[in-house]
């Protein structure tokens, strides 16, 4: 588990660093680690939707 809050450079509110902008204020987190971190899950996310959208259609 990599999980680690990070502060919002805007509104100093705690969220997470794999979130790609503040929940609070909404301004993106612009570092690298967090893009990186938000492609992953993205994809990770489309393919766990596909795959249960799949399995859904044909069971
Ligand atoms: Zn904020």
């Known amino acids: 588990m990599t ?17 790609n902008s503040c929940p609070e204020c909404g301004a993106s987190m612009q570092t690298a680690k967090g893009r990186a971190g938000l492609s992953f899950n993205g994809k990770l996310l489309l393919a766990v939707a596909i795959f249960v959208i799949v399995v859904w259609a044909f069971r």
């Open 3 to 19: 999980m680690a809050l990070i502060t919002c450079q805007e509104c100093s509110t705690r969220l997470s660093d794999t979130a």
